[in-house]
């Protein structure tokens, strides 16, 4: 090996060092940012308690949530993996299914009960869109292993958000009476893939 190479391949090398320690998060750190995200959430909580009725609860929901969300998101970047940033995008689908539902409770009835399927809807997608992505992340033995994870992966999800764009679209029909009822009921079916 050539000194002009050995001295290259030393200096890549401290540069991959380097790089990796500049971007990893020593515990102090990490401890400092669990603390920043605890002063943050009671600061948060606080200014819900100038509110009232319904948007005092969606402030509250807003305000969990955006802490679940920074905790998950430091977990991926304080020991980074696909389950951590999976964690990490199930909390995001979490937060916004949880601050959805509550802003449904503005609403009665028939309104209400789309409002909160189209939530479930919307976080039953987000969550299986998470681990469609965990699954294309996650090293296999081969590429055809990993080619089947993930073709398994995107087939119980699109099951999954079927089901549940159909429990959606279900729900709208129940306003309806009669024969419109029941067309409406066999179009979601089939649009849906139920059977």
Same mark, same amino acid.
């Given at each position: 090996?050539?000194?002009k /190479? ?10 991959? /060092? /380097? ?7 020593? @515990? ?17 909580? =606080? ?19 955006? =802490?679940?969300v ?6 991926? =970047?304080?020991? @980074?993996?696909?389950?951590?940033s ?6 995001? *689908?979490? &937060? ?11 609403l ?10 189209? &939530? ?18 996650? @090293? ?7 080619? &089947? ?9 699109? *099951? ?33 893939? =139920?059977?």
């Open positions: 090996m050539t000194f /190479l050995r001295r290259t391949l030393i200096a890549a090398c401290a540069a991959g /060092l /380097l790089a990796t320690t500049a971007f990893a998060m020593t @515990p102090t750190e990490h401890k400092a940012a669990k603390d920043s995200i605890s002063a943050d959430y009671k600061m948060n909580k =606080q200014k819900c308690n100038a509110l009232k009725a319904n948007a005092k609860d969606i402030c509250a929901k807003e305000a969990k949530g955006t =802490q679940d920074a905790k998950a998101e430091l977990e991926a =970047q304080y020991k @980074p993996s696909a389950k951590a999976q964690k990490a995008a199930e909390a995001h *689908a979490d &937060a916004a299914y949880a601050v959805a539902k509550e802003k449904c409770d503005d009665t009835g028939n309104a209400k009960d789309v409002c909160v399927k189209d &939530a479930k809807a919307d976080h039953v997608k987000a969550k299986e869109n998470a681990k469609v992505t965990a699954a294309q992340a996650k @090293p296999a033995d081969s590429v055809a292993e990993k080619a &089947a994870n993930v073709a398994e992966a995107r087939k119980d999800a699109a *099951a999954e958000k079927n089901e549940a764009n159909y429990k959606a679209a279900k729900e709208r029909c129940d306003a309806m009476s009669g024969d419109v009822k029941s067309k409406c009921v066999d179009d979601a079916k089939r649009m849906h893939g =139920q059977t």
